[in-house]
């Protein structure tokens, strides 16, 4: 008899059940699809994580009261900082903690960012605010198109594309202000004390500013990407893109790089009207890598590699 009753229960859930999916014909349908099709959000989206960093990890040392390198200038840039990219020591400075519109130099903390958040290889749609751009850029970005987050990554670090930049801002943060924001909650992360952003592109001077020794500490975390370290160093790349002939070639616009001076591996240049010429160079050379940021200099061709040499000669001597 309770073997009886049990198969009768059995039953009756079984009617039950057909009879709401034919009281609604969807039912089945949405339950199906939520199980044997999960959001792709959920199951195909890298995760987005923000760096865990404890501490600054990448600040430099204390400037000791004598500095190592002495160079004269007859034509001094602004501010400017020599330092070892390894250790965080200083070599040499000058104004180094002096706030100074610093123009694509802003790039750095944007590869930064999509360095550690955005998957390469996902895709990024053009839409109107992308090409509305002023100054460089990639320049054949076009409208609805869908362009990998690596082919923008080139765009953005190779030819300082202010088009790839507001790209890859919107496709990180939903917007550019979005993307703004989240480069000034990083100038926080890394113990920077003296930038601020208002663009991801270095485009706009006003309240766009940062000095040298913040600027090596954001070096020394650039390098620290390999994603970002691989494409500095770069000269050129080709890579297939929907243009005539079904590839794109970027040249690199660092002059430094670009006539292989040697042991140079990276890092921005950056040019406005009132930032000047501004340079964040790298050089691995006997066992060592320095790195010279200069804002607002004169002649970067001939102080950019005088610093370098200078530095590398201490270095060499092994002085403390």
């Known amino acids: 008899m309770k073997a009886w009753l049990a198969v009768g229960a059995v039953l009756a859930v079984a009617i039950g059940a057909v009879a709401a999916l034919l009281a609604d014909p969807h039912l089945w349908e949405r339950n199906h699809v939520a199980h044997a099709h999960p959001p792709r959000a959920i199951v195909f ?31 001094p840039p602004k501010a400017g900082i020599l330092f ?20 694509s130099l802003t790039k750095m903390m944007t590869a930064l960012i999509v360095a550690h958040r955005d998957d ?26 869908r362009v990998s987050v690596r082919d923008l990554f080139y765009g953005l670090l190779l030819v300082s594309g202010n088009d790839a930049a507001i790209a890859l801002a919107e496709h990180d943060a939903g917007s550019v202000p979005a993307f703004v924001a989240r480069m000034n909650r990083w100038v926080h992360r890394l113990g920077l004390r003296c930038s601020h952003f208002s663009t991801p592109s270095g485009i706009l001077d006003r309240d766009n500013y940062s000095c040298p020794r913040d ?35 970027l040249y690199n616009n660092n002059p430094f790089i670009y006539k292989r001076m040697p042991g140079v591996n990276g890092l921005k240049t950056g040019y406005t009207e009132a930032a000047g010429r501004c340079y964040v160079t790298t050089q691995r050379s006997g066992g060592h890598e320095l790195g010279v940021v200069l804002l607002n200099t004169p002649n970067p061709l001939d102080q950019v590699p005088a610093l370098l040499h200078q530095g590398a000669r201490i270095e060499a001597r092994g002085s403390p």
């Open 120 to 145: 390469p290889s996902a895709r990024v749609q053009i839409d109107r605010h992308v090409l509305a751009y002023e100054g460089s850029a990639m320049g054949v970005l076009k409208r609805a198109e």
């Open 45 to 75: 989206a890298p995760p987005r994580r923000e760096p865990r960093w404890a501490r600054p990890p990448f600040a430099l040392r204390e400037a000791p009261r004598h500095l190592p390198v002495h160079v004269a200038f007859t034509r």
């Open 84 to 103: 070892d990219v390894d250790t965080g020591r200083v070599l040499w400075q000058r104004h180094a903690g002096r706030r100074l519109p610093i123009a």
């Open 215 to 249: 600027l090596a500490a954001l070096a020394r975390a650039d390098l620290a990407a390999a994603r970002i370290a691989r494409v500095v160093r770069s000269r050129e790349v080709r890579f297939p893109f929907p243009v005539k002939g079904g590839y794109l070639d």
